[in-house]
């Protein structure tokens, strides 16, 4: 049985083709998928021997909410999902003034072993597909409007019920959860063009961003293909020796190469690219650290997003206090380096990445 999120609609439409369809019924199939849409038997203006073969031969594939923390400060969701095969996965639903955001995971686990991240701790278990990727974004939209029309439906005098885009649709999305989007390139690419696609969630490629640890490679060929897709690269430190010591990954690209990679990048697209520092107590958040990474950057079009730590329990990695990292921040804006220190969201739940499903899984 197909899942009908890992194709694009060029497939589909072959697929289709080969049930005796005309290929024109694929975007039919499409537009209810993505207008909310969980079952063919919905799908009104389809041939009822259509929905029928259908309902055999494959499915809308989105994955089961196994548990969600809900933000008391903000509304801050936090959703960990399963899949078909029992692996777990997590996203983070969020509201901005500017509209929805959601940050989605790449993979089942991570293989690079970065010292302060949760999502690495057990492992890589597989790379996710495209569809899977999408099913997050899909399966937190109907989630968000379930929960929404309850709430409306609970509140007397309404009439009749009308929920706003705003109230659930995701207008960005964050490829910064579980795994490095990087090691997953091929279903990367489908994903951000289904996304992308008219014919699909419609969501411009400047509205999405993709995280990396620093895979060089693959920098330089998401600059060629996807231009107009944000990227934030994740430094963390200065020096190759702490660099290395958090992040295994600089052992085989240390840090001048991802500067180089990102000055590639710039000369490329014309982009900005976002550089993720995870401010750590006592080990990156001297003053020194600060003046080794402006020198670092310094001719890049960026921006440097401060992250203060997420403790994760094991690590031996402590956090630094708000006013610490707005002092850090202050020192690269001196330097002329935009910096900005990340808005805590989601603060009275389990904030890392990784956290959820690792208490799942113990």
């Given amino acids: ?20 369809q005309p290929k024109f019924r694929a975007r039919q199939v499409f537009d209810w998928i993505y207008k909310g849409v969980s079952s063919f038997d919905e799908m009104s203006n389809l041939p009822k021997d259509l929905r029928e073969r259908l309902e055999k031969e494959a499915e809308i594939g989105l994955p089961e909410v196994v548990d969600m923390q809900v933000s008391k400060t903000d ?3 936090k959703i960990l999902f399963g899949l078909k095969d029992g692996n777990l996965i997590e996203s983070v639903f969020m509201k901005y003034k500017y509209g929805n955001s959601i940050c989605i995971s790449s993979q089942a686990g ?5 010292k302060f991240c949760a999502s690495t701790l057990k492992g890589l278990n597989r790379n996710l ?3 899977e990727m999408v099913g997050q974004i899909l399966a937190a939209e109907r989630t968000i409007r379930r929960e ?4 409306k439906e609970s509140l007397p005098g309404l009439g009749q019920i009308d929920l706003k885009d705003d109230d659930y649709r995701v207008g960005h999305i964050v490829v910064m959860g579980t795994g490095e989007p990087f090691d997953n390139y091929d279903n990367l690419s489908k994903f951000l063009k289904s996304v992308h696609s008219q014919n699909g969630l419609n969501i411009s490629n400047r509205n999405i961003t993709v995280s990396t640890c620093g895979v060089v490679p693959m920098i330089e060929r998401f600059g060629k293909e996807f231009p107009q897709v944000n990227l934030a690269i994740s430094l963390h430190a200065t020096t190759d020796s702490l660099r290395s010591s958090m992040m295994p990954i600089n052992n085989k690209y240390p840090i001048s190469k991802v500067i180089q990679a990102a000055r590639n990048y710039m000369e490329e697209t014309g982009r900005r690219i976002t550089f993720e520092y995870t401010m750590v107590n006592g080990v990156n958040d001297r003053d020194e650290d600060a003046d080794r990474l402006a020198n670092l950057l310094r001719g890049l079009l960026c921006h440097v997003n401060i992250i203060p730590l997420n403790k994760v ?3 031996g990695f402590d956090t630094v206090s708000r006013k610490r990292a707005m002092e850090f ?3 690269l804006e001196k330097k002329r380096i935009p910096a900005t220190v990340r808005r805590e969201l989601g603060g009275d739940i389990d904030a890392a990445c990784g956290q959820l499903r690792l208490k799942n899984r113990e």
């Avoid at 929404?148 to 709430?151: N, Q």
């Fill in 1 to 20: 049985m197909i899942n009908i999120l890992d194709y694009t609609i060029k497939e589909f439409e072959e697929f289709i083709e080969k049930l005796g």
């Fill in 75 to 77: 509304g801050t969701r």
């Fill in 110 to 114: 991570c293989r690079m072993g970065c």
């Fill in 129 to 131: 597909t495209s569809g």
């Fill in 148 to 151: 929404a029309l309850a709430e």
């Fill in 313 to 315: 329990e094991g690590s």
């Fill in 329 to 331: 921040g202050n020192l």
